[in-house]
C-alpha cells in the first residue's frame, strides 16, 4: 500500500499563475516532508521541507503547507514560471524517531505554458 | 565536479547477463540508497546503507544486491537482469548530521534489459 500519495500525474497551468500540487500520507508516523523537482535526463533535486512541528514553510515563491489531521500537505509556487516545468515528488520519513529512509510519492508533472 | 556520480550512464544488456551499476560520492555522507523509478511509478527504494557495515534492504530488493566497497561507493548488481527490470535507477546520499535530511541524487543509469 502506498504510503505517499499524489493523486494528480499532471497538471497544467498558465505562467505567472499559482500551482498547487497536493499529497497525502497515511503513515502518522511520519514527521518530516520534503518536496523534490526533477527535469528530464537529471536526478531529482530537493526543493523544499517541512517538519510536523509548522503548518507553513516559505522559501521565496515556494510555499509547503501541512495540515496533519488530515495527512495531507501541498505545494504552491507563486507565480509560476516556464522553467518550473518539471515532475515534482513529495516524500516523508520519520526523521525524530530513526530517521528512516525517505519514502516518495509517484510524482506530479508540472507544465508551465507561456 | 558533481558530488554524486554514477557509471554508467546509459546500459543496454540482455536477459541473463549480470549487471553492476556503480555509484560514488564526494560529499562526505555516511548515508547512501538506491532507487528505481519506473513511469507512473516515482521512486522505489531497492536498498540502502547508513555506514559501510550496515546494509538494508528497500522495497523492492528482490532480484537485486549491493555492495557498500568504503563510504564513497556503493555499487548496484542485478545478477540475471530480465526485462522488467527495465527503468532508471539512481543513487542518492544523505548525511546523518544533516540540517534538512535531503537526500542528494546522482544524475540516474538508464538500464535497458532486452
Known amino acids: 500500500d502506498q504510503q505517499v500519495k499524489q493523486n494528480s500525474p499532471s497538471l497544467s497551468v498558465q505562467e505567472g499563475r499559482i500551482s498547487i500540487l497536493n499529497c497525502d500520507y497515511t503513515?502518522?508516523?511520519?514527521?518530516?516532508f520534503l518536496w523534490y523537482k526533477k527535469y528530464p535526463a537529471e536526478g531529482p533535486t530537493f526543493l523544499i521541507s517541512i517538519s510536523s512541528i509548522k503548518d507553513k514553510n516559505e522559501d521565496g515563491r515556494f510555499t509547503v503547507f501541512l495540515n496533519k489531521s488530515a495527512k495531507h500537505l501541498s505545494l504552491h509556487i507563486v507565480p509560476s514560471q516556464p522553467g518550473d516545468s518539471a515532475v515534482y515528488f513529495c516524500?516523508?520519513?520519520?526523521?525524530?524517531?530513526?530517521?528512516?529512509?525517505?519514502?516518495f510519492g509517484k510524482g506530479t508533472r508540472l507544465s508551465v505554458i507561456a | 565536479d558533481a558530488d554524486v556520480t554514477q557509471t554508467p550512464r546509459n546500459r543496454i544488456t540482455k536477459t541473463g547477463k549480470r549487471i553492476m551499476l556503480e555509484c560514488s560520492q564526494t560529499k562526505g555522507h555516511d548515508r547512501m540508497y538506491w532507487y528505481r523509478q519506473d513511469p507512473g511509478l516515482g521512486l522505489r527504494l531497492i536498498y540502502y546503507s547508513f555506514d559501510v557495515k550496515d546494509i538494508n534492504k528497500g522495497e523492492i530488493s528482490d532480484g537485486y544486491s549491493v555492495s557498500r566497497q568504503a563510504q564513497a561507493k556503493f555499487s548496484l548488481s542485478l545478477e540475471s537482469a530480465i526485462p522488467n527490470q527495465t527503468a532508471l535507477y539512481f543513487c542518492a546520499t544523505s548525511d546523518l548530521r544533516g540540517t534538512y535530511n535531503e537526500q542528494f541524487f546522482g544524475p540516474g543509469t538508464r538500464l535497458t534489459v532486452l
Open positions: 516524500a516523508a520519513n520519520q526523521l525524530y524517531s530513526g530517521n528512516t529512509p525517505l519514502v
Open positions: 503513515n502518522s508516523m511520519f514527521d518530516y
